[in-house]
């Protein structure tokens, strides 16, 4: 397969529209494409209004998504959604949810500490989701993302890949090259089957970037 028959998408990026993150959308999709990855899935921390308005502007180059923090204290993305999941919904009726509109349910990090669970509830929501997330560039230490990895191949799960960036410069850190394809979730579903997952670890220090971001919010004039 030649290098014009293939893809890469960043499947979980955040915007300003997530709480711990100050990035404009606009250039968060510029800095995608400067670094060779033509679609991303917008999936900001409960909200998924920036993500339906820039899949709406560039309905070829970006998934509308949302990562929602559980009942449960796990988090799970919805990817393809039209409407916002509220915090706080348990994570199986989040899955029904993202399947009720016809999207696909994404299993992030999951064996992060906190936001993960450390793997309390892994095999318990892989039957549940579309994807898990195999490799993300924002989990410390790096060695977490070999379960998540064992965990897909034993669910027969598709592998996903994404940077998790909450900062310009972390964007299209990691990724799945896989073979072009439609914008809809079925057709992904079936590229992800012949996918690569790509990347690379980022520094632990981005994570002050998002306590960055949580503080200047709260600061007089901030976004």
């Known amino acids: 397969m030649s290098s014009t028959d293939l893809l890469r998408i ?46 709406r502007r560039y309905p070829d180059r970006v998934i509308p998504g949302e990562e929602v923090r559980t009942a449960e204290g ?6 393809y959604l039209s409407d916002r999941i509220p915090e706080g919904t348990s994570a ?4 029904e949810r993202v399947h009720s509109m016809g999207g696909l349910a994404y299993l992030p990090h999951p064996f992060a500490r906190g936001k993960g669970g450390s793997g309390r509830l892994a095999e318990a929501l892989t039957p549940l989701v579309d994807i898990v997330e195999v490799f993300n560039a924002r989990l410390h230490p790096t060695s977490l993302n070999t379960p998540a990895a064992d965990l897909a191949s034993r669910w027969d799960r598709p592998s996903g890949a994404g940077s998790d960036a909450h ?48 503080i200047r919010r709260k600061l007089p004039g901030g976004p």
Do not use: F
């Open 167 to 214: 900062s310009l410069w972390e964007v299209a850190g990691a990724y799945v090259e896989l073979p072009d394809h439609p914008n809809d979730p079925l057709a992904l579903v079936r590229a992800l089957k012949d996918g690569s997952v790509q990347g690379r670890s980022a520094p632990w220090a981005v994570h002050l970037i998002s306590t960055w971001a949580k």
């Open 10 to 55: 960043d499947l979980h990026v955040h915007t300003w529209g997530s709480w711990d993150c100050l990035s404009d959308p606009e250039r968060v999709l510029e800095r995608a494409a400067e670094r060779g990855v033509r679609r991303i899935a917008i999936t900001d921390h409960n909200e998924v209004d920036v993500a339906l308005e820039m899949a």
């Open 92 to 95: 199986e009726e989040a899955c």
């Open 74 to 79: 796990v988090d799970v993305i919805g990817l």
